[in-house]
């Protein structure tokens, strides 16, 4: 995990958002690969193992990576450049959230859109931390504060109304999320376009 999204962090118990506290124990670069995150309200703690921050438990892990639709054989996965015009950040600077196996277009996006940090959700394996890359697992919320990302990618796996309600809710207003299914409905969310296995709307 890159050292300054631990500002971007939230416990994902349900209490008011308050900023998380870092104790590192092993480094590389500005990446964090041993440490704990701890919460200060509810005194939470949360381990950093290998460059992953968990923060999946008892309380947060129940229901969450099930809240999904029906399991759909995978589609084609459009060309990175899809998503960079989708995405349409206009710039360098913040955070790309990239949820289940969305995670995957890390590597390629980065490619494309520098100066951008990604924070892959739930990655599926074969997915490792990277400088441009941070890696968190979690339950039924996202362990994100509110309005945070420039932008959020969904993976087909994760397309539920718990997910997409998370999703939107860690995007900032006016930026886009990007959905691998072509039909979906979001709160909050005006819909822009659909095709090729893709939905993108802009958080209103």
Known sequence: MHIELTEMLRCPESHPEEFLVLSTGEMSGRMVRYGVVGCPVCRREYEVVEGVVHFEGRETGEGGPGDS???RPPSPVPPPEVYQALLDLGGPGGYVILLGTAARRAVSLAGLMGGIHFVGINAPPGVEEL????????GAVLPLRQGMARGVVVGAELVGPAWLAEATRVLLRG???VVERETVEVADVRALASGDGLWVGEKT
Request: glycine residues 0%.
């Open 69 to 71: 639709d029906t399991p």
């Open 131 to 138: 400088p441009v890359l941070s890696l968190l697992t979690t």
């Open 175 to 177: 930026r886009r999320l």
